[in-house]
């Protein structure tokens, strides 16, 4: 069925999205150890695609994030605050996708059972199944 190969696709795209993630938080926990230069580039993309995948969690799950405010530095501090960042972020995408698609599987079957007990509108044409 098409609709359950989308969900399937979808849920992929969001664990590769979290898988991500955790690469970004492995960057910036690199980034810790290098020279300012390199710390304060890798920190200066980091924190733009914190907020960005912050705001897109944010937008799917309807809950604002709680996170450690930027330190106003590119100390190795802030470049493992970044990394705990991203690795909560992952772990609350691949939680909320867990979720997700765990309800999304129950609900198809409860739907067709509730349909199957309603009586036929008079009138109404017959539903053929097609899967």
Do not use: K
């Amino acid at each position: 069925m098409r609709l359950h190969q989308t969900i399937d696709e979808d849920q992929r795209r969001l664990r590769r999205l979290a898988a991500l993630m955790v690469s970004c938080a492995g960057l910036a926990e690199q980034a810790a150890g290098r020279s300012l230069p390199v710390r304060w580039l890798v920190i200066f993309i980091l924190r733009c695609a914190e907020e960005v995948v912050g705001d897109y969690l944010d937008g799917l799950t309807g809950n604002p994030r709680r996170l450690a405010e930027p330190l106003p530095d590119d100390s190795p501090a802030e470049a493992f605050r970044l990394a705990q960042a991203f690795r909560a972020l992952a772990a609350a995408l691949a939680l909320f996708v867990d979720d997700l698609f765990e309800r999304w599987l129950v609900l198809p079957a409860r739907r067709e059972r509730a349909a199957s007990r309603l009586p036929a509108a008079p009138g109404a044409p017959a539903v053929f199944d097609t899967s």
